[in-house]
């Protein structure tokens, strides 16, 4: 079966490479002709732990090709999956222009059956929509071209997103209820995964199109509702820690997600809570729970702000502040949305200077963030800082030098926006130690 992916970010190139390796013969296209050019040479424009070697491994083997020739793509797939991005509009609806973009193009372009899949995160109603564009660009050129459109939403987590795409919680199908033909080419594009013993859910479009949005939102509303407690224990002396380990253990909650922080970033939570917030206003029924969600990330950022101007006596003007992390989360180079993006241009804004590092987002950074000194290394963001500030806990912040850290700093002051040390041993190093929902704070 030949496969066409439209889109070669972390969701295209990641499925691409992905549905190669299972045996099939998979071309990935993008409008971005630099991205192209170095997919071609063997870069990878993304940092994704083992994407590289599975991309190179299915290009050898001459299961996977790249092309910025979208029209050619689109004609040599029987399934064609939608990747490309949908950013949030400054009203909070979702952007969809990518989208309709693509879908002209299939209509303009396609010479045969196909499966159209949005693996986009669409909001609900795309796919109809998908249809409709398709359809206009068909009958402008006469065509009588028969077609399917599917919804198999994406829930890989960057970072883990090989494993995540080879051994997935579920896989869920959105196809016409009366589109057996749809149905029986995913199921088999996914055959591997079904030996495995994936589970599937197989539904019709509305449903897999929310699912995704559900899900995420629920997962966006433990981290704020854990932030929320995190203030709590602040007011009380409690510690965020033990009573997200003392709900977790009940299985019927979980303790995945129940880590307080600086709030929710990156591609898709910001975005996707306030679409399915806008959505579902539109559709006349407010999402109030989201809504609550979106306000109490907006002020988790600005309390982690706050932190840190408390733990340097209420002014970061003139002072120099070290920051490690700035992905949105460890193991990806995403900054989108990132809380540390924030929290950066807060403090530069407030007359703070910034040395910054993080394992991956160098290049990012030097893109997105404010004029800011990029260091070589975590101790190389410590000299002569006035206060150190944790956002983003990468494996290596865990376990720094402590006493190198102290001889570094101007002033031996860290705020642990993670909750990555713990308060005794900072405290016996010689610290000020601020951390989330802790009693030092
Ligand atoms: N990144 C994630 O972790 C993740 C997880 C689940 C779902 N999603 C969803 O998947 C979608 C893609 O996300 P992403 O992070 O991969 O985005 P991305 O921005 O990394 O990649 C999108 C790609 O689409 C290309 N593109 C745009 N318009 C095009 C066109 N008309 N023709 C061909 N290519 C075009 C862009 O050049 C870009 O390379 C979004 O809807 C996102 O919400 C993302």
Redesign the pocket.
Known sequence: MNVTV????????VNGAGFSEFGLQVVC????QE?IDGLRRGEL??YEPGLDDLVARNVKAGRLSFTAD?AEAIRSGLVVFI????PAADDGSTDTR?VE??SR?IGRNADGYLVVVT????PVGTARKVREWIQEELDARGSRINFSVASN??????GA?IADFMRPDRVVIGTDPDDSQARAILKDLYRPLYLNETPFVLTNVPSAELS?YAANAFLATKISFINEVAGLCEKVGGNVQSVARAMGLDRRIGNKFLHAGPGFG???FP??TLSAAYFSKQLGQSFEIVEAVIRVNRRQRQAMVEKVLAAVEGDVSGKTIAVLGLSFKPETD?M?DSPAVYIVEELVERGASVRAYDPQAMAEAEKELPPITLCKDAYEACQDADALVIVTEWNQFRMLDLERVKSLLRKPILIDLRNIYEPDTLREAGFHYVSVGRPDC
């Open positions: 439209i889109g070669t970010g972390y969701v295209g190139l296209a993008d409008t971005d991205k424009p993304i979208t990747a490309v991005g949908t990518f973009s693509v193009d693996k986009s995160t669409v939403p994406e829930f890989l987590r960057e997103a995704k990156g591609s898709c975005k996707d995403d989108r």
